[in-house]
Nanobody
Framework: QVQLVESGGGLVQAGGSLRLACAAS????????MGWFRQAPGKERDFVAA????????QYADTVEGRFTISRDNAKNTVYLQMNSLKPEDTAVYYC???????????????????WGQGTQVTVSS
């Protein structure tokens, strides 16, 4: 069982930056691949970024490639999402998720992930 708690959301102006953090419980954090998803009001939950357990492999949605960076600190059981050059369309609730299913399962699919956090709100004003 893994518990995930996101933090770092807030209100920021367009062009600004935020860093989200997701703290995980448990002793085997490095065995989990981690993902970030987001859900805007009235829309489906979409993939944002993912990182392998070792941190060597990362994947990004086209909409955030070059602006967002996912990273992790396995010693702190934490995964981060650095968000730069934020746009109003980045406004959403951001969720982190964890999976131990392995690389055969697509990072971009919600069904790959077994554990989810409660989410943190990010609002980007124009």
């Amino acid at each position: 069982q893994v518990q995930l708690v996101e933090s770092g959301g807030g209100l920021v102006q367009a062009g600004g930056s935020l860093r989200l953090a997701c703290a995980a419980s448990g002793r085997t954090f490095s065995s989990y691949d981690m993902g970030w998803f987001r859900q805007a009001p009235g829309k489906e939950r979409d993939f944002v970024a993912a990182i392998s357990g070792s941190g060597r492999i990362t994947q990004y949605a086209d909409t955030v490639e070059g602006r967002f960076t996912i990273s992790r600190d396995n010693a702190k059981n934490t995964v981060y999402l650095q968000m730069n050059s934020l746009k109003p369309e980045d406004t959403a609730v951001y969720y982190c998720a964890a999976t131990s299913r392995g690389v055969r399962y697509p990072y971009t699919s919600m069904s790959t992930y077994d554990y989810w956090g409660q989410g943190t709100q990010v609002t980007v004003s124009s």
